[in-house]
């Protein structure tokens, strides 16, 4: 299966080397220091049992007009990062082509074939002006919850920390032919790959956590740790998650797990850097607009209040107008 991989960094190089050794025909789109030894040397994957591994793409380029036409593309980039990409994606494309999204956040197609009051909404903290929308087409997306740990420690070698679960679902909840090949290839890779019929619960979930502890991270430089050891950064990521319980609830999704059993998850990570923090020590744009600015655009939309979400948002886009050239 032709697989391009759009946006090979620690995710994309991760997913893209292991489909690589499976024996897929995989394109790799990435760009720098790091494309530069791909190019030289192949993908050098080191796993969480010590073992090493070398991938070699069928083709690394930053040009995505030199992948020809895919099977599947997979988009991981950051949330912020595909509205740039977008216009040049439909070169990818055939009629059957499949865009797996694995953003964090509230995605573009939120509200596409979804039924309900708000069927068709756009989520403009995403997509304000329907530009990835026209790009891609919500008939061609399969959603995708991405929850393995990688990073990158040196152009072209990756190191995969822990979690091999990439949760797939159409935005329909119909379980296609499409999606059982696509789960069947990414399990032929090593990857487990459930299929939901409620891939926006699957969302939430991650999300539920992300919202709070991403941002709070990004203004304090603590550990996932120590915001839920110290008593009043749980209690604020506490607030935080409450009023993003009383919008999703609205828009009719059931998370399974108590608000405590979540925060006692996040605890157990450890003394991780949330995503968001390291980008903020990297000066780099962060994505709290799909992760933060989202649920405060979905709260507006409910007309539920987000007073504790709102004056964390505010305050990490500022961080961002101080430490990012954007």
């Not at 649920?295 to 505010?314: F, M």
């Amino acid at each position: 299966m032709k697989i391009c991989i759009v946006g090979a960094g620690a995710i994309g190089g991760y997913l893209g080397a292991k489909l690589a050794l499976a024996g897929e025909a995989v394109t790799l789109i990435a760009r720098g220091s790091h494309l530069a030894a791909i190019q030289k040397h192949g993908l050098r994957l080191l796993m969480a049992d010590g073992s090493s591994k070398i991938a070699m793409p069928t083709l690394a380029t930053n040009d995505i007009g030199e992948a020809g036409v895919q099977d599947v593309v997979i988009l991981t980039v950051k949330a912020h990062s595909v509205l740039a990409i977008a216009p040049s994606l439909p070169s990818l494309y055939d009629a059957h082509t499949m865009v797996l999204t694995a953003q964090n956040g509230i995605p573009w197609w939120y509200f596409r074939k979804h039924g309900g009051e708000y069927a068709g909404t756009r989520i403009q903290a995403v997509d304000p002006d329907g530009i990835i929308e026209a790009n891609i087409g919500a008939e061609r997306v399969i959603g995708c919850v991405v929850y393995p740990a990688t990073e990158i420690i040196e152009p072209s070698v990756i190191k995969h920390i822990e979690g091999d679960r990439l949760t797939l679902g159409e935005i329909d909840g119909v379980k296609t032919e499409r999606i059982q090949l696509l789960a069947q290839i990414l399990k032929q890779a090593g990857f487990k790959a459930p299929i939901r019929n409620q891939i926006r619960t699957e969302i939430w979930i991650k999300l539920w956590g992300n919202l709070a502890f991403n941002p709070i991270s990004a203004l304090t430089g603590a550990t996932l740790e120590r915001i839920c050891q110290y008593p009043l950064t749980r209690e604020l990521a506490r607030h935080m998650m409450m009023e993003a319980q009383a919008i999703a609830e609205k828009l009719g999704i059931d998370f399974g797990i108590t608000l405590e059993q979540r925060i006692n998850g996040a605890q157990k990570v450890g003394a991780h850097k949330t995503s968001m923090l390291q980008d903020i020590e990297a000066g780099r744009p962060t994505e709290i607009d799909a992760i933060v600015g989202a649920v405060v655009e979905l709260g507006k939309l409910t007309s539920l209040p987000t007073p504790y979400i709102d004056a964390i948002y505010a305050s990490v886009k500022l961080l961002e107008t101080k430490l990012v050239n954007i």
